[in-house]
């Protein structure tokens, strides 16, 4: 399938590494420009090469932009130009208690999660609009139906961002720009490969047996019973971004392997 991306330039938040590099990835094999975004010169001159390395013919540069301080976000702004595509993409998380979890913990996840999306989307819509194409997509998370207990502020930016995402599509009517949120579930960033190392030296179990007893015990909705992989988040992600998704607008897509119960 050829998902017609040649032409489009496509600004992907925290994509060093993890959903955000898969979702830039597939954005370059289909031959868009992709603008990747971290922290530090150093990440991004690093996830460059890396993917330069994979698909030599890449179109690619990057943006620095540390999404917890509104003045580094702001010379983003005024850095980033014309682009097609936007992902939101950049997310923290934190597993607490909600008696925890501090003033300061709940303002940097809704600043990091919530105005990333706020802020680029308020800079980047006029244009797609005057234009009248553009795609913006919010990497929203399972966790904003499920809210597990110990990820409740989590949980929390992630429903205010899939409220956000439909209240802006409404204002695309009767234009070719949309605006959806993707859902993915427990996916295999480099995020979660630390964290079932670090859970099998701490338990003297493979990191296989980790997995598999998060999804006996833990997230035992999941219908795929596995991590996904971050290409398998970002094919949705790509595709929902692409010419072809011309018809799905204000919509919030599920690739959360089935964890999320219930029939829509
Ligand atoms: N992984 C999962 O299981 C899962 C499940 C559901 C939803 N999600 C959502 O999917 C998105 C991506 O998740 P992920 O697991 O791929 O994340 P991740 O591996 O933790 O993401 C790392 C990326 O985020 C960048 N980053 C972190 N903090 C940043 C900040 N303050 N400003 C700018 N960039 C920052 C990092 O850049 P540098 O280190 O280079 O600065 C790196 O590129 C998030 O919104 C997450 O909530 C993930």
Known sequence: MNLKLEN????????????GFAIAKTFAQ?????????????????????????VPDAKVSGLTADFSSAESVEKLLNDIGQIDILI????????????????????????????????????????MLEKNWGRIIFISSECAMLVP???IAYSATKAMI??????????????????????????????????????????????KEVADNFFKDVRTTSLLQRFATTEEVA?????????????????????????VPGII
């Open 88 to 127: 939101n993409n950049v997310g923290i998380f934190a597993s607490q208690q909600f008696a925890d979890t501090t003033d300061e913990d709940w303002q940097r996840m809704f600043e990091v999660n919530v105005m990333s999306g706020v802020r680029l989307s308020r800079k980047v819509l006029p244009n």
């Open 235 to 259: 094919n949705t992600v790509v595709y929902l971004s692409s010419p072809l998704a011309a018809a799905t607008n204000g919509a919030a897509i599920r690739v959360d392997g089935g964890s």
């Open 149 to 151: 207990e110990d990820l």
């Open 30 to 54: 289909e031959g868009a420009e992709v603008i990747l975004n971290g922290r530090k010169e150093s990440t991004i001159e690093a996830a460059i090469n890396k993917l330069k390395s994979e």
């Open 8 to 19: 489009k330039k496509a600004f992907i938040s925290g994509s060093t590494s993890g959903i």
């Open 162 to 207: 899939q409220a956000i995402s439909r209240g802006l599509a409404q204002t695309t009517k009767g234009t070719a720009v949309t605006v959806n949120a993707v859902l993915p579930g427990s996916t295999l960033s480099q995020g979660a490969e630390r964290f079932l190392k670090g859970a099998a030296e701490q338990q003297g179990i493979t990191e």
